[in-house]
């Protein structure tokens, strides 16, 4: 079984400042790929930024980019000029990539992100 | 646009009453479709994955014969709560993968149940 764990229950910065939130898995499987959720207050699961297990180059969307250390089994999520609008639940979720999708995602119990004006 | 759409977006029912939430993949084929329960301030809760076709995977904990989930179509899944209770309100959501899933799960928006 996998299990996420995210330390940070909330964090708040202000607008335009750069902010990481902490994720660590914990897994045998060798293949799979992680995911960063947001969830604002509508409640919709947003995909923010997503890594498979077998790249070694971190992944970057815009001002969302990832620290992957698959040896140490962390996966944090930065925010680069963080925006009002960025202000949500973030959760980070794993997947087997064995299993072909067929395993639902394993989430952490996620981090509320408050960006202050 | 969504590609995955639940319905209803919330719901009222009386304690004691069943009721049905639907869960559509809009242009493609769920061959696996899952419904998570989240609680206030707290994270998505596995409840049951569906395989179109055959009976649903229930996790551990989670109440067969009270959440009914039935998946007859590759477009559609149904989540059934049955004699609910107060305790059952909650958040609901869907979420799907297509046979070539491509690492990509898609969401539906949610439903809210209020068991009064």
């Known amino acids: 079984a996998q299990t996420v764990t995210q330390s940070q229950p909330e964090m708040s910065v202000q607008e335009a400042e750069t902010v990481t939130l902490s994720c660590t898995y914990d897994?045998?499987?060798?293949?799979?790929?992680l995911f960063w959720y947001k969830q604002p207050p509508s409640r919709q699961m947003i995909l923010v930024i997503r890594?498979?297990?077998?790249?070694?180059q971190n992944a970057t969307e815009n001002r969302f980019s990832v620290n992957f250390q698959k040896a140490a089994k962390s996966f944090s999520l930065k925010i680069s000029d963080s925006q009002l609008g960025d202000t949500a639940m973030y959760f980070c979720a794993f997947i087997r990539g064995s299993g072909g999708g067929a395993d639902g995602l394993t989430f952490g119990k996620g981090t509320h992100l408050i960006i202050q004006p | 646009g969504a590609v995955v759409s639940q319905h209803p977006s919330r719901v009222i029912c009386k304690s004691g009453t069943s009721v049905k939430i639907e869960c559509r993949s809009l242009d493609f084929q769920a061959t696996t479709m899952f419904w998570y329960r989240q609680f206030p301030k707290q994270s998505l809760m596995l409840m049951a994955t569906?395989?179109?076709?055959?009976?649903?995977?229930?996790e551990q904990g989670v109440e067969k014969d009270k959440f009914l989930i039935n998946h007859a179509s590759l477009t559609l899944s149904t989540l059934t709560v049955t004699s609910a209770h107060p305790e059952d309100s909650s958040f609901y959501i869907c979420?799907?993968?297509?046979?070539?899933?491509?690492?990509?799960?898609?969401f539906g928006e949610g439903s809210w149940l209020t068991v009064v």
């Open positions: 569906s395989n179109e076709g055959s009976k649903a995977t229930y």
């Open positions: 897994t045998s499987e060798n293949n799979y790929y």
């Open positions: 979420s799907a993968t297509g046979p070539f899933w491509g690492n990509t799960i898609y």
């Open positions: 890594q498979e297990a077998y790249k070694q």
